[in-house]
């Protein structure tokens, strides 16, 4: 097979206690998972430490409304912790992995959902992001002075423009608006706050938001998009999408499908990450692992499966079926058996309703792979070389169990392979999974962020961080200012080693005459040095790369920069940023990796 250039996503979704209809009925899983903190953060420490991307958690604002006869055996979605308040304590806890949550767009209001998810990304550092969804559970309606639903189309209509809301919030303050400067006794400059004055057909919002601009400029925006009004809303806002896929061939067409038309919308393939679901069942063969399927199926009650088929199909009344006959043809449309990309893979083969129901019960509507690691990774590795996804959400169907399993046995394989990272390269959400950091919508034209690539491990970029936060504290910059500039660093010397051959990177606070200030130098052997250095330095004063304002004009005295190429030795480009008089300077040299 063909490989990518760039390497595997991974999300773990958690359901509290597996993703199994009847996973809590297994002894491997946390029978009080929906109210146990402890389980979370474990989840999390096991995910973090095989370098998963993100965490994954979906939400209702509702318990299931239905059969209490079925539903007193089936616990999911009936008590379990809000999930942003769950994702800022695993937040203390962690320190690399993503934290993503759904809330939706029905039954909130932007202000508030901003608000939330500007809070999680400066809480966590940068690693948050937000699951648009419209609800499927028609029950939350009743809960928010409603007697029902919005509409499909009314529905989408409102998520695009509370989307456009809740990121017009987002960018209230410019990067660098918080000056906190005691000398002069100003905290923010004014020139830097944005009134959004919002008004259309289903909001009306005039800002700005009394949360700074989140580190990652927008949490990373994730949405499903199984119907068609659903893949038009993900083409325009949607940053990661993992929409039910089953067949190879259905996987490309969707992922071609989709990334062609988010070009309508201006954006290119690289701002889309395309992660359906997948349900791993791992044994010694394949024959062990039919069995513990056939295991868990075995838990399933009838009228849970009964329950959880009627959802499925949008709440049909199917309770006088027999589970060992097939589905009545005038229960449901052959159009919406084919049609429907959640369902159509149920009606396969006319299996009976009991068939039905446990096909389903696996993993409610995404993708099974079921063998031996080696198996499993095969089939993985052949959906990503083949460009039908980009990663996936690991759903184990049994927690903690199913994770650890996974960790331990499917997580070697991928990174054997270099189909998935042994180590974090980037520090925010956005940095890991190769997602450029959207600029203000109140940045010049010219002040677009730059993408977020992958890095080659000869440079040790947590050393790159740390060596610049040293230097620019001893230089004398605010606290503020130290955060600007080791963002700015961290980019500049990415981007260089990834474009190069090899390369060093030397950071030193610097003295010259009455000034302070940091120096900057990147050699490297490759091409293209030159053109990131400019990009990032050349005619920006504020938004990104070293041109972030470091304060003002007052405190920005000089830029110093230069660009030296001598054959066979490579380029070296040199950036002093200088701040104010003071300390004596100190070297801090950066460790290369062989």
């Given amino acids: 097979m063909t490989r990518r250039k760039d390497q595997m996503r991974l999300g773990a979704f958690f359901h509290p206690t597996g993703h199994h209809v009847a996973a809590w009925l297994d002894q491997g899983s946390q029978i009080d998972a929906g109210t146990n903190f402890g389980h979370y953060v474990q989840l999390a420490q096991t995910a973090e430490k095989a370098k998963f991307d993100l965490i994954f958690l979906a939400d209702a604002i509702a318990t299931r409304d239905?059969?209490?006869?079925?539903l007193r055996r089936w616990p999911q979605y009936m008590a379990y912790f809000d999930p942003v308040t769950l994702l800022a304590g695993l937040a203390a806890v962690t320190r690399n992995i993503g934290l993503v949550s759904t809330a939706t767009t029905s039954f909130n209001e932007p202000y508030h959902v901003a608000r939330k998810f500007a809070t999680l990304d400066h809480i966590s550092g940068g690693r948050s992001g937000w699951n648009v969804v419209t609800s499927s559970n028609a029950s939350e309606a009743f809960n928010f002075g409603r007697d029902a639903h919005y509409g499909h189309s009314e529905r989408y209509e409102r998520a695009t423009e509370f989307v456009k809301v809740v990121k017009g919030l987002w960018d209230s303050w410019d990067d660098d608006a918080f000056v906190r400067d005691r000398a002069s006794s100003m905290y923010f400059d004014p020139e830097k706050l944005h009134y959004l004055n919002h008004k259309d057909k289903h909001f009306s919002v005039r800002g700005p938001l009394n949360v700074a601009r989140p580190p990652q400029g927008y949490p990373v925006i994730f949405q499903a998009s199984a119907s068609d009004t659903g893949k038009e809303l993900a083409a325009q806002i949607a940053e990661v999408i993992f929409t039910p896929l089953h067949e190879l061939?259905?996987?490309?067409?969707?992922?071609?499908?989709?990334?062609?038309?988010?070009?309508?919308?201006?954006?290119?393939?690289?701002?889309?990450?395309?992660?359906?679901?997948?349900?791993?069942?791992?044994?010694?063969?394949?024959?062990?692992?039919?069995?513990?399927?056939?295991?868990?199926?075995?838990?399933?009650?009838?009228?849970?499966g009964k329950e959880l088929l009627s959802t499925a199909l949008g709440g049909l009344d199917i309770s006088a079926c027999d589970i060992e006959q097939p589905l009545p043809d005038h229960i449901i449309s052959q159009e919406e058996r084919k049609n429907n990309s959640r369902v159509a893979y149920l009606f396969k083969g006319k299996p009976t309703l009991r068939q039905m129901y446990e096909n389903f019960g696996v993993g409610r509507g995404q993708r099974t792979l079921k063998g031996t690691p080696s198996s499993i990774v095969d089939q993985m590795e052949k959906w990503f070389v083949s460009r039908g996804v980009d990663g996936y959400l690991i759903q184990p169907p049994i927690l903690p169990a199913g994770l650890d399993e996974f960790v331990e046995k499917i997580i070697p394989e991928l990174q054997n392979r270099g189909l998935f990272r042994t180590e974090y390269t980037g520090r925010t959400l956005r940095e890991n999974l190769g997602l450029r950091r959207p600029a203000s919508m109140y940045a010049s034209s010219g002040d677009t962020a730059p993408a977020a690539l992958p890095v080659r491990s000869d440079v040790d970029l947590i050393a790159v961080r740390e060596a610049a936060r040293t230097a620019a504290a001893d230089a004398g910059f605010s606290l503020v200012n130290q955060t600007k500039l080791v963002t700015a660093v961290s980019e500049l010397a990415r981007n260089a080693v990834v474009h190069g051959g090899g390369g060093e990177v030397h950071i030193n606070s610097v003295q010259q005459g009455s000034l302070r200030g940091v120096r900057l130098v990147v050699t490297d052997q490759g091409p293209g040095i030159e053109d990131i250095a400019q990009a990032l330095t050349d005619g920006h004063t504020t938004g990104r790369g070293l041109g972030l304002g470091l304060g003002g004009a007052k405190r920005l005295v000089n830029n110093d920069f230069t660009i030296e190429s001598a054959p066979g030795q490579g380029t070296t480009v040199t950036i002093a940023m200088w701040a104010t008089p003071g300390l004596t300077p100190i070297q801090a040299r950066l460790p290369v990796r062989s």
Avoid: C, T, W
Wanted: hydrophobic letters at 40%; aromatic letters at 6%; proline letters at 3%.
């Fill in 66 to 70: 239905g059969n209490l006869k079925a």
């Fill in 249 to 304: 061939e259905q996987a490309q067409r969707f992922y071609r499908e989709l990334k062609d038309h988010a070009a309508q919308y201006g954006r290119s393939d690289d701002d889309i990450v395309i992660m359906p679901g997948l349900n791993v069942v791992i044994a010694a063969s394949e024959a062990d692992a039919d069995e513990k399927i056939r295991y868990l199926q075995s838990l399933i009650h009838p009228d849970v």
